[in-house]
């Protein structure tokens, strides 16, 4: 099942589009970090895709470094913010694709998935298509980075019980064509079974003197919840090593309290052997296997 909120028939609003810069959270050292790996590619040669790069948050920032990037979104609206912040620059390409199936005609030496975009993968079968084309897209040696949410248990407990569907105020935002101030809520629900939680989001435009100009809402939007071993076991199944994983945008590691989980990536050597888990990889016994008769 993919996620029905991104269906190319069924586009994110304009609106939301427009507003999505405004509400996205602040991950402090996020674009540091892209572009610390942005700057050790080759200036002339070095390739970057950002897959579901919605308004190009991200993806635009990379191509100020000065390498080739493309971004692709299955979000015409989100694609045309990230042209229009984007018309100063003339080495960034924006295209209308599904992360799960696409089909480029070049490889890149640094495929990345910011902003927890990949967890809007709902099933197994739709994150390993995914990590399938991320791999035929990938030079050799390139890297994939998957920025993921870290689960917190106490709250996904909360919202899967007591606070399930309970509508919580957000940071108002500032609509940047308009200049009025939409206030806006959001109400999660977790299933356990399926790991998915939904979020349903309220948006309300106000003028100055605090008449509503317009309503609207969206939702629910599934997404699916991530734990290390299984983004571990996913990416091993298609065909990927892990380099390092981070729970935080300063390359810390991942911990009880990181929010964060940055997993980099690179074409396995060894096809379809999953690696051990980065934290556990130093409690395991050394396997040294038998030499060949
Ligand atoms: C949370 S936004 C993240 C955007 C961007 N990566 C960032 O960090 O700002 C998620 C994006 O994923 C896109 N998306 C969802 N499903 C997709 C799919 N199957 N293929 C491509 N893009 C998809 C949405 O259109 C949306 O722009």
Same mark, same amino acid.
């Given at each position: 099942?993919s996620?029905?909120?991104?269906?190319?028939?069924?586009?994110?609003?304009?609106?939301?589009?427009r507003?999505y810069?405004?509400?996205?959270?602040?991950?402090?050292?996020?674009?540091?970090?892209?572009?610390r790996l942005?700057?050790?590619?080759?200036?002339?040669?070095?390739?970057?895709?950002?897959?579901?790069?919605g308004?190009?948050r991200?993806?635009?920032?990379?191509?100020?470094?000065?390498?080739?990037?493309?971004?692709?979104?299955?979000?015409?609206?989100?694609?045309?913010?990230?042209?229009?912040?984007?018309?100063?620059?003339?080495?960034?390409?924006?295209?209308?694709?599904?992360?799960?199936?696409?089909?480029?005609?070049?490889?890149?030496?640094?495929?990345?998935?910011?902003?927890?975009?990949?967890?809007?993968?709902?099933?197994?079968?739709?994150?390993l298509?995914?990590?399938?084309s991320?791999?035929?897209?990938?030079?050799?040696?390139?890297?994939?980075?998957?920025?993921?949410?870290?689960?917190?248990?106490d709250?996904?407990?909360?919202v899967?019980?007591?606070?399930?569907?309970?509508?919580e105020?957000l940071? /108002?935002? @500032?609509?940047? =064509?308009?200049?009025?101030?939409? *206030?806006?809520?959001?109400? +999660? %629900?977790?299933? #356990?079974?399926?790991?998915?939680n939904?979020f /349903?989001? @309220?948006?309300? =435009?106000?003028?100055?003197?605090g *008449?509503?100009?317009?309503? +609207? %809402?969206?939702? #629910?939007?599934?997404v699916?919840?991530i734990?290390?071993?299984?983004?571990?076991?996913?990416?091993?199944?298609?065909?990927?090593?892990?380099?390092?994983?981070?729970?935080?945008?300063?390359?810390?590691?991942?911990?009880?309290?990181?929010?964060?989980?940055?997993w980099?990536?690179?074409?396995s050597d060894?096809?379809?052997?999953?690696?051990p888990?980065?934290l556990?990889?130093?409690?395991?016994?050394?396997i040294?296997?038998?030499?060949?008769?």
């Open positions: 099942m996620n029905p909120d991104y269906q190319s028939d069924n586009p994110v609003p304009e609106r939301i589009a507003l810069d405004e509400s996205v959270p602040d991950w402090p050292g996020e674009i540091a970090f892209y572009n942005v700057d050790r590619l080759d200036p002339v040669d070095g390739s970057v895709l950002e897959i579901a790069c308004t190009g991200v993806t635009n920032q990379i191509a100020e470094r000065g390498v080739r990037t493309v971004g692709i979104d299955i979000s015409q609206p989100m694609l045309d913010v990230a042209a229009s912040g984007s018309t100063h620059l003339t080495n960034v390409e924006y295209i209308c694709a599904d992360m799960r199936s696409f089909g480029l005609r070049e490889k890149f030496d640094l495929v990345v998935s910011p902003g927890h975009s990949f967890m809007l993968l709902l099933t197994p079968q739709d994150q298509d995914c990590l399938t991320v791999r035929k897209h990938l030079k050799p040696g390139g890297r994939l980075v998957l920025h993921l949410d870290q689960q917190n248990i709250w996904l407990g909360r899967a019980t007591v606070d399930k569907g309970r509508a105020p940071p /108002t935002v @500032t609509d940047p =064509e308009t200049g009025n101030s939409v *206030e806006r809520t959001i109400a +999660w %629900s977790y299933d #356990p079974p399926t790991q998915t939904s /349903t989001s @309220t948006w309300r =435009e106000v003028s100055e003197a *008449e509503t100009l317009n309503e +609207w %809402s969206r939702g #629910p939007v599934p699916h919840c734990f290390p071993s299984e983004a571990e076991h996913l990416l091993g199944r298609a065909g990927f090593e892990v380099e390092v994983l981070y729970g935080d945008f300063d390359e810390g590691p991942l911990t009880a309290e990181s929010e964060e989980m940055i980099v990536a690179r074409v060894r096809a379809t052997r999953p690696t888990h980065p556990c990889a130093s409690q395991l016994p050394t040294t296997s038998a030499a060949p008769a």
